[in-house]
């Protein structure tokens, strides 16, 4: 994987009054479960829409190199055997990796924008609405610094970061060069399963359909322009294997929201001789509200408060709200 820093010197964190002293505080930034995120079809669109595309040449390909597999066909048509074989695999695929891992995601905003660097993004402040919000900028090399020396301890998770993508091109790829190799390991193990068809190469298919179904979103989501932190742990179907009940995982949290209890899995906790260290933000910007001045001043108090250096800005976005 590549280093995220290579394409994004700053990430943007968009939050609320409450989640800004909720990160000032704990010192600590929160991956929440795919399940309770804003898209409705978080993970499964990327079953439904994404992965056909990328493996379908695959399967096709199998089947013109194996004249066994067409024999079974009986008097079925060629094309509606395949079709058929395919969707019950792609089937398999969705339900297998439910089983495997359960995602959680930290998301961020990246952009080369001078304009919105310094004051925001308008659609990210509209869904605060009347209340407004606060962006957290984060300096992303230490920020993955951070993350990287947290997870090296702990086994058999999956991390990664990665631009969120919102299609593919017309050769199945996108303009991202990690997200393009976990494609290719995809292609490669959907390739040696298929022609097998045992569950011994099925493993091999657990990471890169973990990563890459965290790493596509539905084109409405596109201005966001995120850019997501990854981590998979063991899934329902793994974490009560023999084998794997010993291994050492981030411990996953609860909160309520809306009614509803929210696994989380608290991340970038550093400590130094057993106190939490501040997380590596060198920016926050107060998003357009009627009262941003006072709002500028109240947050400069809350730094102070928690010993925090950072520059505060106000935007200066003429958004009323609602």
């Given at each position: 994987?590549?280093?995220?820093?290579?394409?994004?010197?700053?990430?943007?964190?968009?939050?609320?009054?409450?989640?800004?002293?909720?990160?000032?505080?704990?010192?600590?930034?929160?991956?929440?479960?795919?399940?309770?995120?804003?898209?409705?079809?978080?993970?499964?669109?990327?079953?439904?829409?994404?992965?056909?595309?990328?493996?379908?040449?695959?399967?096709?390909?199998?089947?013109?190199?194996?004249?066994?597999?067409?024999?079974?066909?009986?008097?079925?048509?060629?094309e509606l055997?395949?079709?058929?074989?395919?969707?019950?695999?792609?089937?398999?695929?969705?339900?297998?990796?439910?089983?495997?891992h359960d995602h959680y995601v930290t998301s961020f905003s990246a952009t080369s924008d001078p304009w919105i660097r310094e004051h925001g993004l308008l659609s990210q402040w509209r869904a605060y609405g009347p209340d407004g919000g606060y962006a957290?900028?984060?300096?992303?090399?230490?920020?993955?610094?951070?993350?990287?020396?947290?997870?090296?301890?702990?086994?058999?998770?999956?991390?990664?970061?990665?631009?969120?993508?919102?299609?593919?091109?017309?050769?199945?790829?996108?303009?991202?060069?990690d997200t393009n190799n976990w494609i290719e390991r995809l292609e490669t193990a959907a390739d040696k399963f298929f022609r097998s068809n045992s569950t011994d190469d099925a493993g091999a298919l657990s990471a890169p359909l973990t990563i890459l179904s965290s790493f596509f979103k539905h084109r409405g989501f596109s201005e966001e322009r995120e850019v997501r932190l990854v981590l998979g742990l063991l899934g329902p179907g793994l974490e009560s294997h023999p084998e794997l009940q010993s291994v050492r995982q981030h411990p996953v949290k609860t909160t309520v929201r809306e009614g509803a209890t929210v696994p989380f899995v608290e991340l970038c906790v550093q400590e130094v001789s057993g106190v939490r260290q501040h997380l590596p933000i060198k920016r926050i910007i107060i998003g357009p509200h009627r009262d941003k001045d006072d709002r500028k001043r109240a947050v400069k108090l809350l730094l102070k408060q928690y010993d925090l250096n950072a520059d505060v800005s106000v935007s200066e976005i003429p958004y009323r709200g609602r």
């Open positions: 994987m590549g280093r995220i820093q290579d394409s994004h010197d700053e990430l943007y964190h968009y939050t609320t009054a409450a989640g800004l002293s909720g990160i000032l505080q704990s010192k600590s930034l929160w991956a929440t479960h795919t399940s309770f995120v804003n898209d409705a079809e978080e993970i499964l669109g990327f079953y439904d829409r994404v992965l056909p595309l990328i493996l379908r040449p695959v399967f096709r390909k199998t089947v013109e190199d194996q004249p066994e597999f067409q024999k079974k066909r009986g008097n079925t048509p060629l055997y395949c079709e058929t074989q395919f969707a019950k695999r792609m089937h398999g695929f969705r339900r297998a990796a439910s089983l495997w957290l900028v984060f300096d992303t090399g230490q920020l993955d610094k951070l993350v990287s020396e947290e997870t090296t301890p702990y086994q058999d998770e999956i991390y990664s970061w990665a631009d969120v993508q919102y299609g593919l091109n017309d050769n199945h790829r996108t303009d991202d060069s």
